[in-house]
């Protein structure tokens, strides 16, 4: 179990150098699709802190957070895995030094948005870094809900760079599997296939700064970029999603004592001894902004 609280680093702007090599560039596009309050939408990207309501970290430097241990988990003892409260990430995370992760897999069924009205966004993703590091090497799918309309797509990104949408059909119930491994100097492989609509998409990128520190999966609610700023934007109603079979560097995710991360309107089920767990939506449903 890790016992040291880490410094984690929050969504940063996209400021640093790194290249892509698809393996189907026809069949993706960056994203350019759903707008946020004043920006674009990122659909992943690093984990940040449960914050209280009107408060802006005052004090904290720029871009870095530091997370917070569940009320019935001390950060120095106990049987159950470390917990932390987030902003942005619901779910696992393995944790470690420098180069202790290579490979992660996960499953899951495509959850439905369930929408209302206003704008609404979540992400399902399995990915490498993120959790103490600036980078994140992740692929997944989306939920989002312009109004009461639902959208549904597939998407990587190789975080800080900008995150790119597949054009593959997307729907409810669909059964995926992603999975992102470090091919060693800077490479990785990005891998998500939907065994429901038969499509598969490998990619292949390079990120040189990626610390290989820790290992996900994890829903997101995604942020809305703008210049040198982002912030968390509503989270979509998804019922429920369960990972299955979650896999670091080959072995069940449960062996390595991971880290249970919480975010304002979910909850996040025990993980089982083959890696599998749920996350629940918890909240009204809202939407506080509608901008499409």
Same mark, same amino acid.
Request: aromatic share 10%; proline share 8%.
């Given at each position: 179990?890790?016992?040291?609280?880490?410094?984690?680093?929050?969504?940063?702007?996209?400021?640093?150098?790194?290249?892509?090599?698809?393996?189907?560039?026809?069949?993706?596009?960056?994203? =350019?699709?759903?707008?946020? $309050?004043? %920006?674009? @939408?990122? *659909?992943?990207?690093?984990? &940040? #802190?449960?914050?209280?309501? /009107?408060? =802006?970290?005052?004090?904290? $430097?720029? %871009?870095? @957070?530091? *997370?917070?241990?569940?009320? &019935? #988990?001390?950060?120095?003892? /106990?049987?159950?895995?470390?917990?932390?409260?987030?902003?942005?990430?619901?779910?696992?995370?393995?944790?470690?030094?420098?180069?202790?992760?290579?490979?992660?897999?996960?499953?899951?069924?495509?959850?439905?948005?369930?929408?209302?009205?206003?704008?609404?966004?979540?992400?399902?993703?399995?990915?490498?870094?993120?959790?103490?590091?600036?980078?994140?090497?992740?692929?997944?799918?989306?939920?989002?809900?312009?109004?009461?309309?639902?959208?549904?797509?597939?998407?990587?990104?190789?975080?800080?760079?900008?995150?790119?949408?597949?054009?593959?059909?997307?729907?409810?119930?669909?059964?995926?599997?992603?999975?992102?491994?470090?091919?060693?100097?800077?490479?990785?492989?990005?891998?998500?296939?939907?065994?429901?609509?038969?499509?598969?998409?490998?990619?292949?990128?390079?990120?040189?700064?990626?610390?290989?520190?820790?290992?996900?999966?994890?829903?997101?609610?995604?942020?809305?970029?703008?210049?040198?700023?982002?912030?968390?934007?509503?989270?979509?109603?998804?019922?429920?999603?369960?990972?299955?079979?979650?896999?670091?560097?080959?072995?069940?995710?449960?062996?390595?004592?991971?880290?249970?991360?919480?975010?304002?309107?979910?909850?996040?089920?025990?993980?089982?001894?083959?890696?599998?767990?749920?996350?629940?939506?918890?909240?009204?449903?809202?939407?506080?902004?509608?901008?499409?």
């Amino acid at each position: 179990m890790r016992r040291k609280w880490p410094v984690l680093t929050a969504a940063i702007p996209l400021a640093f150098g790194w290249a892509l090599v698809a393996a189907h560039p026809a069949a993706a596009a960056v994203r =350019d699709g759903f707008p946020g $309050p004043g %920006g674009q @939408v990122q *659909p992943g990207g690093p984990v &940040s #802190q449960l914050s209280q309501p /009107g408060e =802006d970290f005052p004090g904290a $430097p720029t %871009g870095i @957070v530091t *997370p917070q241990p569940s009320s &019935s #988990q001390s950060a120095t003892g /106990g049987s159950q895995d470390t917990s932390v409260s987030s902003s942005n990430w619901a779910g696992y995370a393995a944790t470690g030094a420098s180069g202790s992760f290579t490979s992660v897999s996960a499953g899951w069924t495509q959850p439905t948005a369930n929408c209302a009205a206003g704008s609404q966004y979540g992400a399902f993703w399995v990915g490498l870094d993120g959790y103490a590091s600036k980078t994140v090497e992740q692929i997944g799918t989306e939920a989002d809900c312009a109004g009461p309309t639902p959208k549904y797509y597939a998407w990587y990104e190789v975080y800080p760079g900008a995150g790119v949408n597949f054009t593959n059909p997307v729907s409810p119930g669909d059964k995926f599997t992603g999975t992102v491994t470090s091919q060693g100097n800077g490479k990785f492989q990005l891998v998500l296939k939907d065994a429901t609509q038969g499509w598969t998409q490998t990619i292949n990128a390079t990120e040189a700064g990626a610390d290989l520190s820790s290992a996900e999966a994890i829903v997101e609610a995604p942020s809305s970029t703008s210049g040198s700023s982002s912030s968390v934007l509503p989270l979509t109603n998804f019922g429920s999603v369960g990972f299955t079979g979650v896999t670091v560097n080959g072995k069940s995710m449960d062996t390595l004592s991971p880290v249970r991360i919480t975010m304002p309107d979910t909850s996040v089920g025990d993980m089982a001894s083959d890696g599998s767990f749920s996350v629940n939506y918890t909240g009204t449903g809202f939407a506080q902004w509608s901008g499409f």
